[in-house]
């Protein structure tokens, strides 16, 4: 199970949403999950073969982030992360607007040589 969620993030707000990703939004049982990115989104000028843009629905200038979770199942990620969402509540003070989520669910897949990275990022609880 893949996991994608896109945040827009104020400008001035980055370090503030950092801070949350890295040190409030824990993962506390890291059984059933993989490995988690949170991904800046790549510019067309950057990387010129970019076809698909992620569209920032904020509606004031934002930085937009994507964080992509790959768990084993989705009772995994319920138990560790789906139940704390609430989608009625207010958004969080970085937030330019509410972040959107979706799911895929893998169906064939490939495995290459190189790994994943062995440990977290720095800084990352």
Known sequence: MIVVIKWSIQP????????????EAQ?????GLIAEFLSEVGSKEDYPYI??????QAAEPSQM??????WTDPDAFRDQIAR???DDGPIRDFEAARRVRTVLMPKWWRIGDASLPAADST???
């Open 123 to 125: 800084g990352v609880l």
């Open 51 to 56: 076809t698909w843009t992620l569209d920032d």
């Open 12 to 23: 001035d707000r980055i370090g503030d949403f950092r801070e949350f990703w890295a040190q």
């Open 84 to 86: 704390y969402f609430n």
């Open 65 to 70: 982030y994507v964080n992509v979770g790959i």
């Open 27 to 31: 993962v506390q049982d890291r059984l």
